[in-house]
Nanobody, 115 residues
Framework: QVHLVESGGGLAQAGGSLRLSCAAS????????MGWYRQAPGKQRELVTG???????NYADSVKGRFTISRDNAKNTVYLQMDSLKPEDTAVYYC?????????WGQGTQVTVSS
């Protein structure tokens, strides 16, 4: 089992920044990829970004150049630096950990961007 705890959501103004953290515990040796999805009201959950254990990253087109994912393997933590925030970034952000046999999810953290 892998347990994920997210922090860092909140309210920001358009153009501002927020930083999310996701700390993993439990069977962390089984984790390969980690990253973030988000779900806005009335919309499907969408992939925002992911990072492999080797540090390779991918981003949704909508956040490229504005969001940066990083991973501290020593702390078993993934970070999402969100800059130049837009109102359309408003959503619940969910951390995920892709392990060998399962995908684990955090509880979600609300990000609200005001115009």
């Amino acid at each position: 089992q892998v347990h994920l705890v997210e922090s860092g959501g909140g309210l920001a103004q358009a153009g501002g920044s927020l930083r999310l953290s996701c700390a993993a515990s439990g069977s962390i040796f089984s984790i390969n990829d980690m990253g973030w999805y988000r779900q806005a009201p009335g919309k499907q959950r969408e992939l925002v970004t992911g990072i492999t254990s080797g540090g390779n990253t991918n981003y949704a087109d909508s956040v490229k150049g504005r969001f940066t994912i990083s991973r501290d393997n020593a702390k078993n933590t993934v970070y999402l630096q969100m800059d130049s925030l837009k109102p359309e970034d408003t959503a619940v952000y969910y951390c995920y950990a892709h392990a060998v046999l399962n995908v684990y999810w955090g509880q979600g953290t609300q990000v609200t961007v005001s115009s």
